[in-house]
């Protein structure tokens, strides 16, 4: 029997991490789509071959577990990375929190050419890898994609979608979304996310010197002035949510797709494209529309907003130092004022829980004859929503990425380090959403006054 190849590996797929909160839905979400082309093989890796075990068990209930493979490998243990790397086309990586444990699976598949896709919500570690790996994936051919759950795609296809409203002459200036977590029970994160956004607040110095270390990026034209800043605190009417800004992975993610858009206007060329497809790429682009972009997180009450303040300012004032941050971490579900537990959410409290994010976009209703400082005249609200974010809709979301790349990878480019929106955005990404649980919608269309 022939030795498997680096062009023939195995497995389709590999989910490193896949005993972890979010893995084990990882997990559950691919087995619907196990030996149905293009997933005809993959499998499990981690450090605990007992813990992945009984994740494919509990997985697979109330079915018998498939003869799923089990494989050891450690973060800590570059050459388990790369023995890893070796069998399969493509790693779906849920170890986090990933400035802790990212480097070096991203490092791994940057030297051996495998693709990577992870659900990471931390800027920090993102822009980090663009720096160290972008070169070295671009040369061996590896596709390494972050930002690959509701962190952050929602926001990018959502904001894509809204783009599309604004049919010629009208153009947007700029769209705000608005995210609403909505359950019939409590609302409850696993203690995975919390961390990683506690390490977030004490490295943002760390963001800033990486940025302040790198080139400038290429940045979008955008018809009318930049939108004004606007209150701490906004009661949005139409939505009937009370917002406040969200310090999330969104925004940023989106700016990398707009600086990478500016840089290659008609997208990103696939490694073996075909006509058709270069066709479809370069007007998808062309007919996209960038725009400012902000995200806010909303509540039906003013003392929910009042809430959210406040664990942002125990993270703010207390990851700052090392004792804080102990403390933020030993004792989450009193910091978090109960929205975070070491445990996570049950599997009842994941069920009951959804999200909507509310895309609103202002612009222009011609913009052939706009003139400096102009106000905008047109208000164009879209939305996006889906089950609950962590557990539910990250699967969907990584999972249905994953199957794009394994089935259309030739389209997709050669390697490198990208954002999500600026690969997938051409793609079927949205409708196969669509069709998993996910809805994509106009809500409104209207002309403003004054």
Same mark, same amino acid.
């Given at each position: 029997?022939?030795?498997?190849?680096?062009?023939?590996?195995?497995?389709?797929?590999?989910?490193?991490?896949?005993?972890?909160?979010?893995?084990?839905?990882?997990?559950?979400?691919?087995?619907?789509?196990?030996?149905?082309?293009?997933?005809?093989?993959?499998?499990?890796?981690?450090?605990?071959?007992?813990?992945?075990?009984?994740?494919?068990?509990?997985?697979?209930?109330?079915?018998?577990?498939?003869?799923?493979?089990?494989?050891?490998?450690?973060?800590?243990?570059?050459?388990?990375?790369?023995?890893?790397?070796?069998?399969?086309?493509?790693?779906?990586?849920?170890?986090?929190?990933?400035?802790?444990?990212?480097?070096?699976?991203?490092?791994?598949?940057?030297?051996?050419?495998?693709?990577?896709?992870?659900?990471?919500?931390?800027?920090?570690?993102?822009?980090?890898?663009?720096?160290?790996?972008?070169?070295?994936?671009?040369?061996?051919?590896?596709?390494?994609?972050?930002?690959?759950?509701?962190?952050?795609?929602?926001?990018?296809?959502?904001?894509?979608?809204?783009?599309?409203?604004?049919?010629?002459?009208?153009?947007?200036?700029?769209?705000?979304?608005?995210?609403?977590?909505?359950?019939?029970?409590?609302?409850?994160?696993?203690?995975?996310?919390?961390?990683?956004?506690?390490?977030?607040?004490?490295?943002?110095?760390?963001?800033?010197?990486?940025?302040?270390?790198?080139?400038?990026?290429?940045?979008?034209?955008?018809?009318?002035?930049?939108?004004?800043?606007?209150?701490?605190?906004?009661?949005?009417?139409?939505?009937?949510?009370?917002?406040?800004?969200?310090?999330?992975?969104?925004?940023?993610?989106?700016?990398?797709?707009?600086?990478?858009?500016?840089?290659?206007?008609?997208?990103?060329?696939?490694?073996?494209?075909?006509?058709?497809? !270069?066709?479809?790429?370069?007007? &998808?682009? %062309?007919? $996209?529309?960038?725009?400012? +972009?902000?995200? =806010?997180?909303? /509540?039906?009450?003013?003392?929910?907003?009042?809430?959210?303040?406040?664990?942002?300012?125990?993270?703010?004032?207390?990851?700052?130092?090392?004792?804080? !941050?102990?403390?933020?971490?030993? &004792?989450? %579900?009193? $910091?978090?004022?109960?929205? +975070?537990?070491? =445990?996570?959410? /049950?599997?009842?409290?994941?069920?009951?829980?959804?999200?909507?994010?509310?895309?609103?976009?202002?612009?222009?209703?011609?913009?052939?004859?706009?003139?400096?400082?102009?106000?905008?005249?047109?208000?164009?609200?879209?939305?996006?929503?889906?089950?609950?974010?962590?557990?539910? /809709?990250?699967?969907?979301?990584?999972?249905?990425?994953?199957?794009?790349?394994?089935?259309?990878?030739?389209?997709?480019?050669?390697?490198?380090?990208?954002?999500?929106?600026?690969?997938?955005?051409?793609?079927?990404?949205?409708?196969?959403?669509?069709?998993?649980?996910?809805?994509?919608?106009?809500?409104?269309?209207?002309?403003?006054?004054?």
């Amino acid at each position: 029997m022939a030795e498997p190849t680096q062009n023939h590996p195995p497995y389709d797929l590999i989910i490193l991490g896949a005993s972890g909160f979010t893995g084990k839905y990882v997990v559950k979400e691919a087995l619907k789509f196990f030996n149905h082309p293009p997933l005809n093989s993959f499998a499990l890796a981690g450090r605990n071959s007992t813990k992945l075990s009984d994740t494919l068990r509990w997985a697979a209930h109330p079915n018998p577990p498939p003869p799923i493979p089990i494989l050891s490998a450690d973060t800590t243990d570059p050459s388990s990375l790369r023995r890893l790397c070796s069998e399969t086309k493509l790693i779906l990586n849920c170890v986090g929190p990933f400035r802790l444990h990212g480097d070096p699976v991203v490092a791994a598949c940057a030297e051996t050419g495998c693709d990577y896709l992870d659900i990471c919500g931390e800027p920090e570690f993102m822009e980090r890898m663009e720096a160290n790996y972008h070169e070295k994936a671009l040369e061996k051919g590896a596709l390494v994609i972050s930002a690959c759950g509701f962190d952050s795609i929602p926001a990018e296809l959502g904001l894509m979608f809204n783009s599309r409203q604004w049919e010629a002459p009208t153009v947007p200036n700029n769209v705000e979304a608005y995210l609403s977590l909505e359950s019939d029970k409590r609302i409850v994160g696993n203690f995975g996310t919390y961390e990683s956004a506690v390490l977030g607040v004490a490295n943002m110095s760390k963001l800033q010197e990486l940025r302040r270390s790198r080139p400038k990026r290429a940045r979008p034209v955008i018809p009318g002035p930049p939108p004004a800043k606007g209150p701490t605190i906004e009661h949005q009417k139409d939505i009937n949510l009370w917002a406040v800004r969200l310090p999330s992975a969104d925004s940023i993610v989106v700016r990398r797709t707009l600086a990478t858009l500016a840089e290659n206007p008609h997208g990103l060329q696939g490694m073996n494209e075909s006509a058709e497809w !270069r066709e479809t790429r370069e007007a &998808f682009w %062309s007919a $996209f529309k960038p725009a400012h +972009f902000g995200v =806010k997180i909303g /509540t039906k009450s003013v003392f929910g907003i009042f809430r959210i303040i406040m664990v942002g300012v125990f993270m703010g004032v207390m990851g700052r130092t090392g004792l804080g !941050r102990w403390l933020l971490l030993k &004792f989450p %579900s009193l $910091f978090s004022l109960g929205w +975070f537990k070491k =445990k996570g959410p /049950t599997e009842e409290e994941v069920r009951s829980a959804s999200f909507k994010m509310w895309f609103v976009g202002h612009g222009f209703s011609d913009s052939s004859s706009l003139v400096p400082q102009q106000k905008p005249n047109m208000e164009i609200v879209t939305r996006v929503m889906g089950p609950e974010i962590g557990y539910l /809709t990250t699967p969907i979301i990584l999972v249905q990425s994953a199957l794009i790349v394994l089935s259309q990878r030739e389209n997709l480019p050669k390697g490198g380090v990208f954002p999500p929106g600026i690969v997938f955005g051409p793609t079927d990404l949205q409708q196969r959403l669509q069709e998993n649980g996910m809805s994509f919608d106009v809500v409104s269309k209207k002309t403003l006054s004054g």
